[in-house]
Nanobody, 123 residues
């Protein structure tokens, strides 16, 4: 069972990036999925979550209005569109599959994790 992330990189402040997270080994369509990040010198933090059906999403205050989480269950893939990026968004971003179908913000309730994708925003 794997979650493979792609789409990270270096971008200037104000720019955009789109992260993808492809699942393999099992289908994740019945479970909520989320994005977390770990900024330099900080603990891993919640970024965004989406229910199994995509009917509900939620975001941390720091990315609300700039980031959009979405999923394509037919492709077993999760996305994070990041716009208006700021230097403080620089982090390793992780996708994760939750234990439940509903929204959860607790990293301990996510059973599967991607390897992480570096996003660097220059000022």
């Amino acid at each position: 069972v794997q979650l493979i992330e792609s789409g990270g990189g270096l971008v200037q402040a104000g720019g955009s990036l789109k992260l993808s997270c492809a699942g393999s080994g099992r289908t994740f369509s019945s479970y909520a999925m989320g994005w977390f990040r770990q900024r330099p010198g900080k603990e891993r933090e919640f970024v965004a979550v989406i229910t199994w059906s995509g009917d509900r999403t939620d975001y941390s205050d720091s990315v609300m209005g700039r980031f959009t989480i979405s999923r394509n269950n037919a492709k077993n893939t999760l996305y994070l569109q990041m716009n208006s990026l700021k230097p403080e968004d620089t982090a390793v971003y992780y996708c994760a599959a939750a234990r439940y179908s509903t929204v959860t913000y607790n990293a301990l309730e996510y059973d599967y994790w991607g390897q992480g994708s570096q996003v660097t925003v220059s000022s």
